[in-house]
């Protein structure tokens, strides 16, 4: 079955602190993932996709087959970053995981 | 450009109710897709639609129906509302099915 596993409901940090967001997938074939992105009254955006292997916003997410994980990294949070971060899984449809809420305090 | 367009953007029923959300593209998209929104439940896929006259169910189909009236339109129908279908609904499209999404402004449906 395809499945998207996003662990951390919440995630917490303080301005200038690193950030990573987990993501695991399930799926046999090869996959297409994605970042998206929701801020506070905004619609649903993507933010990244392995395929385009690059950095969006300071994010960057590599693709680990073996682990079968899609991680968003960023060196250093800043407060705009605070929303709610979806990963996705693009088969014959799209899947989204539950789905992290990152707050970033000055 | 308007992108993907929801209505309405608000709607409450009374239980047993039935209603439609429409939803539009004008990207020259095939594929579109509705998705629930709840609290810590993330977003469920609910139907999508790979093509113009295909639909399939996705997550969470139990208690509504979709049509794909042409390319541009993908409706949500509650034949029967439940409070169990109070949440924040969207309408997404795409180019094709793993490419990237672009999503309507959201409904959030309150059934009392």
């Known amino acids: 079955a395809q499945r998207v596993t996003q662990p951390e409901k919440l995630l917490s940090v303080f301005k200038g602190a690193p950030v990573e967001l987990k993501c695991n997938y399930s799926?046999?074939?090869?996959?297409?993932l994605f970042w998206y992105v929701q801020y506070s009254r905004q619609r649903l955006q993507l933010l990244l996709r392995?395929?385009s292997r690059e950095s969006i916003k300071g994010f960057t997410a590599d693709l680990n087959k073996g682990e079968t994980s899609f991680h968003l990294k960023k060196p250093f949070a800043q407060e705009e970053d605070s929303a709610m971060y979806y990963c996705a899984l693009g088969t014959d449809k799209l899947i989204f995981g539950t789905g992290t809420r990152l707050q970033v305090f000055p | 450009n308007a992108g993907v367009t929801q209505t309405p953007k608000f709607q409450v029923l009374k239980t047993g109710q039935s209603m439609t959300l429409q939803c539009a593209q004008d990207?020259?998209?095939?594929?579109m897709y509705w998705y629930r929104q709840d609290p810590g439940m993330g977003l469920r896929l609910i139907y999508y639609?790979?093509?113009?006259?295909?639909?399939d169910k996705g997550e969470v189909p139990n208690g509504y129906n979709v049509s794909r009236l042409n390319k541009r339109e993908f409706s949500l129908r509650l034949e029967s509302a439940a409070p169990s279908q109070t949440s924040v609904y969207f309408c997404?499209?795409?180019?094709?099915?793993?490419?990237?999404?672009?999503f309507g402004q959201g409904t959030r449906l309150t059934v009392v």
């Open positions: 392995h395929i």
């Open positions: 997404a499209s795409s180019v094709f099915e793993n490419t990237e999404a672009f």
């Open positions: 990207m020259n998209h095939n594929s």
């Open positions: 639609s790979a093509s113009e006259g295909t639909t």
């Open positions: 799926y046999s074939g090869s996959p297409e």
